[in-house]
């Protein structure tokens, strides 16, 4: 189907303005471009990297443009380092700064993490230890990053394979206290909380009964690959390559039942199935969404039906 996106509102943008709800989205891929202008009516929102697009021009931007006149772009960015011990890289934020002002996203987000040290530039996004230290250092970062593009940004939870002895703070407590400073919200990523959570010994449900929901923006569900470390004990890696779990799904579940629909990101960077496949990963997603959206409009409908009769 292709043709305007139902949550399309008027704006005074350079593209249509979106009213995005809690919907499910996916990960956009240029191999995909056809299929979803053909079939994109059960998508809510594609989500790209924009690393992926800081040329100044050419295919990229001529496929990505096409895309945003009929849905929303989620901008997720993988490079900023927030949690690097040096300053952002001004070059790279301000190429950052010049997609959120071409493409008006509905959401911007980023990642708890560092991927630089001096000159070089690590491909991962790597772990930091959460002391008062890198506390001040990452608000110092996210207000940066705020006030060059003017907006709020989403802040993601990482997956972990260390943890650091001289951690003085919880990561929710960590996160909790970056949202205080700062203003951000935050991007939970479920996938990552299991992956951790299996990594290290801990409960996931712990961990996101925990964990500020309430200042939650956007959620990701992603695949993982299943190894066993040097000593046979589970390793989980963050692979991003295959379906979301069954565990992912439940702990998902759970949180939605707790904090009602999010909007809602199905993540697959690697082993890029047909769009078919990918589309009804996010399709689950939205049923799930869709569910709860029904139970809380029955429970506030209940409840308005019992202040009428009681008046």
């Known amino acids: 189907m292709t043709g305007t996106h139902p949550n399309r509102a008027t704006g005074n943008g350079r593209f249509p303005a979106f009213s995005l709800g809690a919907d499910a989205g996916a990960s956009f891929k240029p191999q995909h471009f056809d299929a979803i202008l053909a079939d994109h009516s059960a998508i809510g929102f594609l989500e790209v990297h924009a690393e992926n697009y800081m040329g100044a021009g050419g295919p990229p931007h001529a496929l990505l443009a096409r895309l945003r006149e009929i849905i929303p772009i989620s901008l997720h960015g993988v490079c900023m380092s927030i949690g690097g011990l040096q300053p952002l890289d001004k070059d790279h934020l301000k190429r950052f700064a010049a997609l959120v002002e071409r493409y008006e996203p509905a959401m911007v987000s980023e990642h708890l993490a560092w991927s630089t040290h001096d000159d070089v530039f690590f491909n991962d996004l790597l772990p930091l230890p959460y002391t008062d230290e890198t506390l001040a250092r990452v608000c110092d970062h996210i207000d940066e990053v705020q006030n060059t593009i003017a907006r709020p940004i989403l802040l993601e939870n990482p997956s972990t394979y260390v943890l650091f002895e001289e951690s003085s703070w919880s990561e929710t407590d960590f996160l909790k206290e970056v949202v205080r400073r700062t203003g951000c919200g935050l991007l939970l990523d479920i996938n990552n909380v299991f992956v951790s959570a299996t990594n290290h010994g801990y409960s996931a449900l ?28 589970p390793l989980l890696i963050d692979s991003h390559d295959r379906p979301v779990a069954d565990p992912v799904w439940t702990l998902y579940g759970h949180v939605i039942g707790r904090c009602g629909p999010v909007p809602t990101l199905v993540e697959w960077d690697a082993e890029i199935p047909d769009w ?36």
Do not use: C, W
Request: negative net charge; proline residues 3%.
């Open 276 to 311: 078919p496949i990918l589309k009804a990963e996010a399709m689950a997603a939205g049923e799930i969404l869709a569910h709860a959206a029904r139970r809380t409009a029955s429970k506030r409908n209940g409840a308005e039906r019992a202040n009428g009769h009681l008046v």
């Open 206 to 233: 712990d961990y996101l009964d925990a964990f500020p929901l309430n200042q939650v923006g956007e959620i990701h569900l992603a695949g993982h690959d299943e190894q066993a470390d040097d000593e046979g004990a």
